[in-house]
């Protein structure tokens, strides 16, 4: 662990593993921070650490050459990038302390817009949203906790969240629902729509030169 350390990546003062391995190891390849002005200040919400298995680049040949400014703009890369069969892990570790139960409601929300702009929202959906809900409802944000959303290489898309703060165990939920799963993924990954622009323009960024390697 020692020497991992040492390596830390920081995101605004936030520190972020530079691999996280779970089946096999996903390098740290875009980062950024979600935050909000009010008043002229900037208050900042969560640092955001994008984990892909390097192997991305062989699903997105097709945008190779192309400037991170390119790549920004272009939501089809980042649908290509949602749909590749590849692991991909989220980091959010928590900068302003907020209750669970509001982050939820952001995510519910977010999510299911989506599913119903691509009429996919249906019982199934709302039932597995629910769940999700239901597990940030009790949970409490200070700063430094970490929320995890792993997104494994299954035939079904499903993603596996885990909720870890300081002094408390590890809690764990799995959606096993696809639509759901994938629009989670384009909550924060989801291009020109995605909640951080920062991670967003950080992730064109890291794409452009993997794909000129």
């Given at each position: 662990m020692g020497s991992n350390e040492v390596e830390?990546?920081?995101?605004?003062?936030?520190?972020?593993?530079?691999?996280?391995?779970?089946?096999?190891?996903l390098s740290l390849l875009a980062h950024g921070i979600?935050?909000?002005?009010?008043?002229?200040?900037?208050?900042?919400?969560?640092?955001?650490?994008?984990?892909?298995?390097?192997?991305?680049?062989?699903?997105?040949?097709?945008w190779k050459g192309k400037s991170p400014?390119?790549?920004?703009?272009?939501?089809?890369?980042?649908?290509?990038?949602?749909?590749?069969?590849?692991?991909k892990l989220?980091?959010?570790?928590?900068?302003?302390?907020?209750?669970?139960?509001?982050?939820g409601v952001q995510l519910e929300n977010s999510v299911r817009e989506r599913l119903a702009e691509e009429d996919k929202y249906e019982e199934e959906e709302e039932a597995a949203l629910e769940q999700v809900v239901h597990f940030f409802q009790s949970k409490y944000f200070n700063p430094h906790s970490t929320i995890t959303f792993y997104f494994p290489t299954t035939a079904a898309p499903t993603v596996q969240i885990v909720f870890s703060t300081e002094g408390k165990e590890e809690s764990k939920m799995?959606?096993?629902?696809?639509?759901?799963?994938?629009?989670?993924?384009?909550?924060y990954l989801g291009g020109s729509r995605g909640l951080s622009p920062t991670t967003i323009s950080s992730l064109a960024t890291a794409l452009s030169a993997e794909l000129s390697k």
């Open positions: 830390a990546v920081m995101v605004d003062e936030v520190p972020f593993p530079p691999q996280i391995t779970i089946t096999k190891p979600t935050d909000i002005e009010i008043h002229f200040l900037q208050i900042k919400f969560t640092a955001i650490g994008v984990y892909l298995d390097p192997q991305i680049g062989t699903h997105l040949q097709k400014a390119d790549l920004a703009q272009d939501d089809d890369l980042f649908d290509a990038l949602i749909s590749a069969p590849v692991e989220i980091r959010v570790v928590v900068i302003k302390e907020i209750k669970g139960s509001q982050y799995e959606v096993n629902n696809a639509n759901v799963a994938e629009m989670i993924q384009k909550w």
